[in-house]
């Protein structure tokens, strides 16, 4: 089993930053952020391999960092200029498989989310 905890989310005004935080009790081969907005699909936003490889959704690239703090077990989303688009529910998610995956039903542990509101 993998516990998986966010923190950090908030209201921005849109062109601020914010950073999320995720606590994990054990680290896996892929850890990710995902997020959902009212009435849309979720979405990955970031994607981190143990092996350090990132993958980030075009929406985001450039904007936002995905990182892991190894000694703390906490997993980061860096957020910066961010958009009204940007609101939505985050979520820290864990993956046991080898490959870092971009299906959601792919990842076996989710967080509880962490709600990011941006105003224009």
């Known amino acids: 089993q993998v516990q998986l905890v966010e923190s950090g989310g908030g209201s921005v005004q849109a062109g ?7 606590g994990y009790s054990r680290s896996t081969r892929c850890m990710a952020w995902f997020r959902q907005a009212p009435g849309k699909e979720r979405e990955v936003v ?9 993958g980030y959704d075009d929406s985001v690239k450039g904007r936002f960092t995905i990182s892991k703090d190894f000694v703390k077990r ?10 009204p ?3 939505a529910m985050y979520y820290c998610a864990a993956a046991v498989t080898l ?3 971009v299906g959601d039903n792919e990842y076996t542990y989710w967080g509880q989310g962490t709600q990011v509101t941006v105003s224009s």
């Open 74 to 83: 906490t997993l980061y989303l860096q957020m910066t200029s961010v958009k």
């Open 99 to 101: 490959a870092c995956p």
């Open 46 to 54: 970031a994607r981190l391999s143990d092996g350090g490889t990132t």
């Open 16 to 22: 601020g930053s914010l950073r999320l935080s995720c």
């Open 85 to 87: 688009e940007d609101t």
